[in-house]
């Protein structure tokens, strides 16, 4: 059982765990090979929840890409539990989170694993975040 961590004033409820972090690399892989736009993709804890969103920007149409990301889970098989339905959040490219995180960071079209822990984004501080892409 996962207990609850306390980390400065910050309660996780869970910790980013390598079964989640693998998953996310396989789903992205998994994107790319079905030609669905991405261009930001990263796990991110939002402390006012307080819990872990995996977050994707792409140019096409949120409804969209959520339809092919669960295709892409559905065939990947990837069990809820690890990539949680209600986690996944898709923006456009343009909100401000993800300019700000491309703008930081940049890694290209390939996929990175760049961990982010208390750090800032182009002045957006940054609690914790794993990035596959900011491109």
């Given at each position: 059982?996962?207990?609850?961590?306390?980390?400065?004033?910050?309660?996780?409820?869970?910790?980013?765990?390598?079964?989640?972090?693998?998953?996310?690399?396989?789903?992205?892989h998994?994107?790319?090979?079905?030609?669905?736009?991405?261009?930001?993709?990263?796990?991110?804890?939002?402390?006012?929840?307080?819990?872990?969103?995996?977050?994707?920007?792409?140019?096409?149409?949120?409804?969209v890409?959520?339809?092919?990301?669960?295709?892409?889970?559905?065939?990947?098989?990837?069990?809820?539990?690890?990539?949680?339905?209600?986690?996944?959040?898709?923006?456009?490219?343009?909100?401000?989170?993800?300019?700000?995180?491309?703008?930081?960071?940049?890694?290209?079209?390939?996929?990175?694993?760049?961990?982010?822990?208390?750090?800032?984004?182009?002045?957006?501080?940054i609690?914790?975040?794993?990035?596959?892409?900011?491109?």
């Open positions: 059982m996962v207990e609850d961590t306390l980390v400065g004033n910050v309660v996780f409820k869970d910790p980013l765990t390598p079964a989640m972090i693998e998953a996310g690399e396989a789903l992205m998994k994107l790319d090979e079905m030609g669905v736009p991405i261009s930001a993709a990263f796990w991110f804890f939002d402390v006012e929840i307080p819990d872990w969103r995996f977050m994707f920007a792409s140019t096409e149409s949120g409804l890409v959520q339809r092919k990301i669960r295709e892409a889970i559905d065939q990947l098989q990837i069990d809820r539990e690890i990539i949680p339905r209600d986690s996944i959040r898709v923006y456009a490219t343009h909100d401000d989170l993800i300019r700000r995180l491309r703008r930081a960071l940049h890694t290209g079209d390939g996929l990175s694993r760049i961990r982010l822990r208390r750090d800032y984004a182009d002045g957006r501080y609690e914790d975040a794993l990035v596959y892409r900011a491109a």
